[in-house]
């Protein structure tokens, strides 16, 4: 098993819709975790870091849930502007763990 | 404005020329990493270096070399490029990456073909 899985998708969704997408890791030990955003053939960039008690940024929601080891990202209202990769990131706890990357959700809204 | 530099951002060669990619970044920070990504495979970590001349494997390191003599500089070394190697590469940093995250800076990306 993958220690990171994503649904490489793509997800065609129209404007306006509401789109999740899951992810989910195989180290319980893991501790971090984050949603980072890849425009086609650009480099990465932090989207949001998830927190335990799940977290909001304007249109963006993330969620934890640790009991069957996945995180998810809501995109509420979504925008020709959303489309891109969205990759998830799980980083162990204490000390050097290693940073682990999904392959990515393909993400395509469209007009 | 703070960044992440790499050069050359495309580059085409053939096998067994030996080729270095500069990764450079400006913000003074401990943390650098080179990751590969290829399709359906994601970003997988080459090699990465917690500080000045610290450096270590990340999964898949055969066919690369590193050295990080310098806090800013980071260069990935192919010693004798293969087809393989043909991929899209990123460098990354940041301020630390022990006990907690601090958010990985990547480059732009330097496109790889060896022929």
């Known amino acids: 098993r993958k220690e990171v899985e994503q649904d490489p998708g793509p997800f065609n969704v129209p404007e306006g819709a509401t789109v999740a997408f899951n992810c989910t890791y195989s180290n319980s030990a893991s501790q971090s975790f984050f949603w980072y955003r890849q425009d086609c053939r650009k480099e990465p960039k932090l989207l949001m870091s998830?927190?335990?008690s799940g977290n909001e940024d304007g249109r963006f929601t993330a969620q934890l849930n640790r009991a069957s080891q996945y995180i998810s990202l809501l995109i509420r209202d979504s925008k020709l502007s959303d489309s891109a990769t969205y990759l998830c990131v799980v980083k162990n706890s204490g000390g050097y763990q290693k940073v682990t990357f999904g392959i990515g959700t393909k993400l395509q809204v469209i007009p | 404005e703070a960044q992440v530099t790499q050069n050359p951002r495309y580059l085409i060669t053939v096998t067994g020329k030996k080729l270095t990619v500069t990764c450079s970044q400006n913000m003074n920070h401990e943390y650098m990493s080179w990751y590969r990504q290829d399709p359906g495979l994601g970003l997988r970590q080459i090699y990465y270096s917690m500080n000045v001349e610290v450096t270590d494997k990340g999964d898949v390191p055969e066919g690369y070399k590193v050295s990080r003599k310098e806090k800013r500089n980071f260069p990935l070394i192919l010693e004798s490029p293969s087809p393989n190697q043909t991929s899209l590469y990123f460098c990354?940093?940041?301020?630390?990456?022990?006990?907690?995250?601090?958010?990985?800076?990547f480059g732009p990306g330097t496109r790889l073909t060896v022929l």
């Open positions: 998830v927190y335990s």
């Open positions: 990354a940093s940041s301020l630390s990456i022990v006990n907690g995250y601090n958010e990985q800076f």
